[in-house]
């Protein structure tokens, strides 16, 4: 029965991730088409099925004869469904194009936008709606109103082909897929930000007895039903650490919270608590950007690596990923800091700025293995940037990550634009009292302007000490 359950419930979730992401839109622009066609049909029972002079005459003469219009109607739907099986088929091979090169990450920003939703679900439920007018053609029923609309807006679908074309195109170009996943990361922030504003980022003192839960699932937590929990745990006197956050990925027996109390519980208190926090923790098999920022930020360094890397060769959107990382931290380290709610008897870290400053690092490793130094350069612009900036709590983030991305640097060659970056980080560094990370990169510096002059191999640019 539990298997049973299980299987219901991923069958369900998946229904509802897929009306979410894409067809819900589609769905309801179809369902109003269906609508146009039962008033139109409607209509024309109301002005041409009634005896008496006939109403708009014009119109009559020109689309009265009801084996013309049903001829009519027989190119125009056919011609449509050519129409939309070849432009969709040719803006699938488009993004398919793209995120070979990019990242298949392409295809969750594609499907995402609402535009190519209403796009998509416009060809569709036009073409439901001429075939429909078509089938209800009949001598005793002439679907003159049907006939113009379906002429009227088969011209405008002809129209939005050239315009679904490019805009798809203009998606396709590094610097909107970028940008877009950029913003939907932002968005996606003030949604989960919504969510951690209400726990607090430690567990409180004098709590003797903790016990961790882990899950029997597998998939990604997507959710979290803050309300639910905080209830279970007032009930039972409680406090409830969540291990598991937004967007991990959760296998058997993977810890999935953890309970606080100041003396134990055992029994049916202990079950009950625990099926309580279970249900609450929403867990999907993908995951999703729309309330989960991190995955925004996987999907950034994903792209990075896959065409910075001796794969692609491509440094311009590493680069661009650099600029969007330097927003995202600047952001969220600054002016969309989240508070804490001191009240609260859940615990959650918020490891937002964390995950980005560590997706800089994952660009400096990369720049070094397919030796761009461009990429490089832009890597230490972006963390001298940040470092004369962040709040104190971030620094030593940035510093570490200074530290850990030293040793990478043997790898280039000292260009004049990564040299300037370099002593830029290092001024940052010592006006922020880190003097120790700022002499390591001025002694890193030096070492590598050693080699300039120097023939050395392509992997071994500052000869190592034997």
Same mark, same amino acid.
């Given at each position: 029965?539990?298997?049973?359950?299980?299987?219901?419930?991923?069958?369900?979730?998946?229904?509802?991730?897929?009306?979410?992401?894409?067809?819900?839109?589609?769905?309801?622009?179809?369902?109003?088409?269906?609508?146009?066609?039962?008033?139109?049909?409607?209509?024309?029972?109301?002005?041409?099925?009634?005896?008496?002079?006939?109403?708009?005459?014009?119109?009559?003469?020109?689309?009265?004869?009801?084996?013309?219009?049903?001829?009519?109607?027989?190119?125009?739907?056919?011609?449509?469904?050519?129409?939309?099986?070849?432009?969709?088929?040719?803006?699938?091979?488009?993004?398919?194009?793209?995120a070979s090169t990019l990242s298949t990450h392409v295809y969750d920003q594609f499907i995402q936008r609402r535009s190519n939703k209403l796009s998509f679900g416009f060809f569709v439920g036009l073409s439901v709606f001429v075939l429909l007018t078509l089938g209800s053609a009949n001598p005793d029923h002439k679907p003159i109103i049907g006939a113009l609309l379906s002429l009227l807006m088969t011209g405008a679908a002809l129209c939005m082909v050239v315009i679904l074309i490019y805009s798809t195109i203009d998606q396709m170009r590094p610097h909107s897929v970028i940008t877009a996943i950029h913003d939907h990361t932002i968005k996606a922030r003030a949604v989960d930000g919504g969510m951690i504003a209400g726990t607090r980022r430690t567990p409180r003192a004098g709590l003797s007895w903790s016990q961790t839960v882990r899950t029997d699932a597998y998939g990604v937590?997507?959710?979290?039903?803050?309300?639910?929990?905080?209830?279970?745990?007032?009930?039972?006197?409680?406090?409830?650490?969540?291990?598991?956050?937004?967007?991990?990925?959760?296998?058997?027996?993977?810890?999935?919270?953890?309970?606080?109390?100041?003396?134990?519980?055992?029994?049916?208190?202990?079950?009950?608590?625990?099926?309580?926090?279970?249900?609450?923790?929403?867990?999907?098999?993908?995951?999703?950007?729309?309330?989960?920022?991190?995955?925004?930020?996987?999907?950034?360094?994903?792209?990075?690596? %896959?065409?910075?890397? %001796?794969?692609?060769?491509?440094?311009?959107?590493?680069?661009?990923?650099?600029?969007?990382?330097?927003?995202?931290?600047?952001?969220?380290?600054?002016?969309?800091?989240?508070?804490?709610?001191?009240?609260?008897?859940?615990?959650?870290?918020?490891?937002?700025?964390?995950?980005?400053?560590?997706?800089?690092?994952?660009?400096?490793?990369?720049?070094?293995?397919?030796?761009?130094?461009?990429?490089?350069?832009?890597?230490?612009?972006?963390?001298?940037?940040?470092?004369?900036?962040?709040?104190?709590?971030?620094?030593?983030?940035? %510093?570490?990550?200074?530290?850990?991305?030293?040793?990478?640097?043997?790898?280039?060659?000292? %260009?004049?634009?990564?040299?300037?970056?370099?002593?830029?980080?290092?001024?940052?560094?010592?006006?922020?009292?880190?003097?120790?990370?700022?002499?390591?990169?001025?002694?890193?510096?030096?070492?590598?302007?050693?080699?300039?002059?120097?023939?050395?191999?392509?992997?071994?640019?500052?000869?190592?000490?034997?």
């Amino acid at each position: 029965m539990k298997i049973v359950n299980r299987a219901r419930d991923q069958i369900l979730a998946l229904i509802r991730r897929s009306l979410r992401e894409f067809i819900g839109l589609p769905l309801i622009v179809v369902a109003a088409f269906l609508s146009l066609f039962a008033l139109s049909y409607l209509l024309d029972d109301a002005l041409w099925g009634r005896p008496g002079p006939t109403p708009l005459p014009w119109l009559a003469h020109l689309l009265g004869d009801t084996g013309a219009i049903a001829s009519l109607l027989g190119t125009v739907a056919s011609g449509m469904i050519t129409v939309t099986s070849i432009t969709f088929s040719l803006l699938l091979i488009a993004v398919q194009q793209t995120a070979s090169t990019l990242s298949t990450h392409v295809y969750d920003q594609f499907i995402q936008r609402r535009s190519n939703k209403l796009s998509f679900g416009f060809f569709v439920g036009l073409s439901v709606f001429v075939l429909l007018t078509l089938g209800s053609a009949n001598p005793d029923h002439k679907p003159i109103i049907g006939a113009l609309l379906s002429l009227l807006m088969t011209g405008a679908a002809l129209c939005m082909v050239v315009i679904l074309i490019y805009s798809t195109i203009d998606q396709m170009r590094p610097h909107s897929v970028i940008t877009a996943i950029h913003d939907h990361t932002i968005k996606a922030r003030a949604v989960d930000g919504g969510m951690i504003a209400g726990t607090r980022r430690t567990p409180r003192a004098g709590l003797s007895w903790s016990q961790t839960v882990r899950t029997d699932a597998y998939g990604v937590v997507c959710g979290i039903d803050l309300a639910t929990i905080e209830r279970s745990a007032a009930e039972h006197d409680a406090e409830i650490e969540i291990i598991a956050r937004v967007g991990t990925n959760l296998a058997f027996r993977d810890p999935l919270f953890c309970i606080h109390a100041a003396r134990s519980l055992l029994g049916d208190a202990l079950l009950a608590l625990d099926r309580s926090i279970t249900a609450a923790i929403k867990i999907e098999p993908r995951r999703t950007i729309d309330s989960d920022a991190g995955f925004g930020i996987e999907q950034l360094y994903s792209i990075a690596w %896959t065409t910075a890397s %001796t794969s692609k060769q491509n440094p311009q959107p590493a680069i661009l990923v650099c600029h969007c990382l330097r927003d995202i931290i600047a952001r969220w380290s600054s002016a969309d800091a989240i508070p804490e709610n001191s009240a609260s008897r859940i615990v959650y870290a918020d490891r937002g700025v964390d995950d980005a400053i560590l997706a800089i690092a994952a660009i400096g490793v990369v720049a070094s293995e397919s030796m761009q130094n461009t990429l490089a350069a832009e890597v230490w612009r972006t963390l001298a940037t940040l470092i004369d900036d962040v709040p104190a709590a971030q620094l030593p983030a940035l %510093t570490d990550t200074v530290q850990r991305l030293l040793s990478s640097l043997g790898d280039h060659v000292l %260009t004049r634009d990564l040299e300037e970056e370099l002593s830029r980080c290092r001024r940052s560094l010592a006006s922020r009292g880190e003097p120790d990370a700022a002499e390591a990169i001025r002694a890193a510096a030096e070492t590598l302007a050693e080699s300039i002059g120097t023939l050395n191999s392509r992997g071994t640019r500052v000869p190592t000490s034997a």
